[in-house]
């Protein structure tokens, strides 16, 4: 049975907020990526493929943040079947200092034979900075 847009959009978020990059992985199409259009000097811009998208996102659950959970979560189907806009508040830990971390998120998806192919993630890059920062000085 084929997913839905939208069930892909709910498994896609239930893997990131549980930090479980094979589950994330797997729901992106092979060649598909992860952009941040608004992101802080020395983030990638975007990550193409599953390798990439794995390696990244295996680094970063090794040791920036840990997730806690995602609040207010609106999913906004289009007429266009394959693209799912998402918006979420993400509560969590920023490991090394013990910080709480706040970030508001839009994410505009496009859902293609129940694979993501593109995942644009419109963070709140000044959150991202301070975390950044203050890990720095930790």
Known sequence: MTATSREVVEQVLRAGCEMDTETFVSLIAPDGYVEWPYRPAGMPG???GRE????????QAKGLVRFDEYRNTVIHETTDPEVVIVEYDAHGTVIPTGAPLHQTIIAV??????LVVSYRDYLNPLVLAETLASVGNA
């Open 46 to 48: 975007r990550l193409e």
């Open 52 to 59: 990439q998208i794995r390696a990244f996102l295996t680094a």
């Open 109 to 114: 998806l496009r859902i293609k034979d129940s």
